[in-house]
């Protein structure tokens, strides 16, 4: 399948929603979470399975991790929101930078235009303001 192009060679329009890097409970790691927002600028990807790419970066510029769709998502014509997240077992990791593209499916063309996101680890929710339920058999 070949996917044609906007004359800005941006078919989608991509922004931040929103993004966080946070603390899991119940297991010692830390996840990034950025949702983008995106736009179908060129009508021919329209319905079409697409991918988007993350890469995050430690705070001295070294690639950690490269995430993505394993099967891609379908392109809706009115554009939506992605989210895209990975986990961080090294609890060290204080601030990352993570570098967003939407893609073909196959991850060899760019279809976006590239977002940066600064993330800074927020605080774990405190102990006594948290609840949980177990089920006991």
Same mark, same amino acid.
């Given at each position: ?28 790691? +830390? ?5 983008? #927002?995106? /736009?179908?600028? &060129? !009508? $021919? ?5 697409? %991918? ?25 014509? +009115? ?5 895209? #997240?990975? /986990?961080?077992? &090294? !609890? $060290? ?5 993570? %570098? ?38």
């Amino acid at each position: 399948m070949q996917l044609s192009f906007a004359q800005n060679n941006q078919a989608i329009s991509i922004t931040v929603a929103n993004s966080s890097y946070v603390p899991l409970t119940n297991t010692e790691a +830390n996840q990034v979470r950025v949702h983008v #927002k995106y /736009t179908v600028e &060129d !009508k $021919s990807i329209e319905n079409q399975k697409i %991918n988007a790419v993350m890469k995050v970066y430690g705070p001295n510029g070294t690639l950690l991790r490269t995430t993505s769709f394993p099967g891609g998502f379908t392109a809706k014509n +009115n554009g939506g929101v992605q989210g895209l #997240k990975t /986990t961080f077992n &090294d !609890k $060290s990791l204080q601030s990352l930078l993570a %570098n967003i593209t939407f893609t073909d499916l196959a991850k060899t063309k760019s279809l976006s235009n590239a977002i940066t996101v600064n993330l800074n680890l927020e605080e774990a929710p405190a102990k006594g303001n948290t609840s949980s339920t177990s089920i006991q058999n």
